[in-house]
């Protein structure tokens, strides 16, 4: 029963372990967000230039749009006051061609105020070049260092699992059965509880001296009365450790 112990301990490990790189692998998506928000607060004022730029050019293309409008519009008003043949329609073709002129000079105005304004960004954007580029290259680094970071946790889950699966096929049906009844059963999963200073580690009850023998002795698979954990002993020589433990 040692050996099968052993296996059972080494079973909860390899479990713990599972859980601890899924949670982390569980994460990452959190975590890359947070490397993308840090770098959007620190290039707050390269991204406000980049989008007055943007819009000043989207706004331009609306107005020179605008102004091909009203200059279609103005040529129309010339032809017809020139093809006028009566002093209303003369006056009307006059009213027309002083508004599309006007519109026009209004929207000439509008698209020169949007290109310097584009420009000024650009000017701008250009000036902090290299300092927009760092902060590029840092965010870059931190997102390949975070990605290479998640493949390693992945490699080790998969090489985690193929252990567990070892473990666990190895084991008695009966043993395997318990384990499994008592790891769904219990919220950490934590199966098994080491016997520390005659009391169960997990939940703390006082272990009757014949029990603790029992647990001591290694011979059979002893339950907590409490919570029902599988016990095991760890020699006080050797350091507690909750995740990497051994029978004896």
Same mark, same amino acid.
């Given at each position: ?10 079973? %909860? ?8 790189? &899924? ?27 980049? %989008? ?50 006007? &519109? ?31 902060? $590029? ?53 934590? /199966?098994?509880?080491? /016997?520390?200073?005659?009391? =169960?580690?997990? =939940?703390?009850? /006082? ?6 023998? $029992? ?8 339950? =907590?009365?409490? =919570? ?21």
């Amino acid at each position: 029963m040692k050996a099968e112990l052993e296996q059972l301990i080494a079973l %909860q490990n390899a479990d713990t372990g599972i859980r601890r790189l &899924q949670a982390e692998l569980e994460s990452t998506p959190r975590r890359r967000a947070e490397i993308e928000n840090e770098f959007d607060q620190r290039a707050f004022e390269f991204k406000a230039l980049e %989008q007055a730029r943007e819009a000043a050019r989207a706004a331009r293309a609306q107005l020179e749009k605008e102004l091909s409008e009203q200059r279609a519009r103005a040529a129309k008003a010339e032809r017809d006051l020139m093809s006028s043949t009566n002093s209303k329609s003369y006056e009307a073709a006059i009213r027309e061609t002083d508004a599309a002129k006007k &519109q026009v000079s209004d929207l000439e105005t509008k698209i020169l105020e949007r290109m310097e304004a584009a420009d000024q960004a650009e000017k701008s954007l250009t000036e902090r070049a290299d300092e927009f580029s760092r902060l $590029q290259s840092e965010r870059d680094e931190r997102l390949q260092a975070f990605e290479d970071e998640a493949r390693a946790l992945s490699e080790e889950l998969e090489a985690r699992r193929r252990e567990r699966d070892s473990l666990f096929a190895s084991l008695q049906p009966s043993v395997k059965s318990l384990y499994k009844r008592i790891s769904a059963r219990i919220r950490d999963g934590m /199966a098994l509880a080491e /016997a520390r200073n005659g009391s =169960c580690s997990a =939940c703390f009850l /006082a272990l009757r001296p014949q029990v603790m023998a $029992q647990v001591r002795r290694g011979e059979e698979i002893v339950l =907590c009365d409490n =919570c029902n954990r599988i016990l095991y002993y760890q020699p006080s020589s050797q350091p507690h450790n909750t995740t990497t433990v051994s029978a004896t």
